[in-house]
């Protein structure tokens, strides 16, 4: 039996993990439920799998928690105290990061200095503070398994291999809604427009940064942290099917990939049972299908990204060359910018300029854990006075 923490349950990631733990009873149980404050619904996911630890974003919040729970758990907490209790006090084996934000990297960062097995679904913990998590992992024998599905592809694709013998690794990009737009259009682009996501369904934010390809640009930074690459071993294609997730090119000219149905719950299954397979997994029809197993023809294709339509991919890079905080400055500036075209406060074609003016304007300096969360800091301050200045044009 696994016994699992979920920080960020009612999200999307959150959502799917639990509804993978509740097909297989008989491996895994929920020992924490952390989330912000979606409160009804942490509820009703607590009074199902009655954990021990529950937490909301707020005192107020877990105050009104405790009144809608059926049962009594052991710990009602809320914010930081709490995520961090539902992570290292809670008595679970695998920690499930999948909250938005900064919010749990101390959390995360406890589960990792424990030596837990962290199934890793924060964006902004990964690209932030990766480097520094993965560093700490290898000292206490942590074990960070991705759940995006590109880097659960390329961790599938290494197992048993040596990350020295890797040329290349590709990470496939769906191209977004907008990926046959004209420059012209993307001026003009709505929320609506961008929000009608052709393959996977997901929270807003990753909507909007798939929309700009910022979230493959996010993506090459993770890969250079989990895998230890270089940024001259990466590369980006897109690949309009979401069929074929990521490949390895090892230095013998041998190419592996990991291909699968678009379901989210595959890698989220493979990290919760890992180094297991779960033996029922969801949406194997639709894999085979996508393959060409079943009754209709697949076609799967792949072409580079367009750097002048989608700069986002060239920003990434430059923020990873740079190093240090570099990236937690693009990532918050990107999280503001984006939320800012989500709100009709600025264009669709004024995100990419304002994450790059933040991180121009962002001095170099040691990436610590303060130091990641005051360049988290800097790239949101920096990009809301960038929002308000191009609201006055
Ligand atoms: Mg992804």
Known sequence: MRRIAILGSTGSIGRQAIDVIARHPDRFSVMALAANHNIEQLAHQANELRPAVVSAGTPDLAARLADLLAYRPQIVASGAAGLMLSSTQSQADVVVAATDGMAALQAVTAAVRAGMHVALANKEVLVGAGRYLCGLARTSG??????????????????GEHV????????????????????????RATPEDALRHPIWSMGAKNTIDSATLMNKGLEVIEASHLFDLQPEKIRVVVHRQSIAHGFVVFADGNVKAQLAAPDMRLPIGYALAYPERLPAPVALTRTSEAIGLGST?????????????????????????????????????????????????????????????????????????????????????????AIGAAMQR
Request: net charge negative.
């Open 142 to 159: 942590a074990r960070i398994i991705p759940v995006d599905s590109e880097h659960s592809a390329l961790f599938q694709c290494l197992v």
């Open 164 to 187: 020295s013998s890797v040329a290349t690794v590709v990470l496939t990009a769906s191209g977004g809604p907008f990926w046959d737009f004209e420059r012209e259009q993307l001026e």
């Open 297 to 385: 023809r697949s076609v799967l294709t792949f072409e580079p990204v367009d750097d002048r339509r989608f700069p986002s991919v060239r920003l990434a890079y430059n923020a990873l060359h740079a190093g240090g905080t570099y990236p937690a400055v693009l990532s918050s500036a990107n999280e503001e910018a984006g939320r800012a075209f989500l709100q009709r406060k600025i264009k669709f074609t004024d995100i990419c300029p304002i994450v790059e003016q933040a991180l121009a304007a962002h001095p170099a300096g040691a990436d610590g854990l303060e130091e990641i969360e005051a360049a988290d800091r800097f790239g949101r301050t920096f990009a809301r006075d």
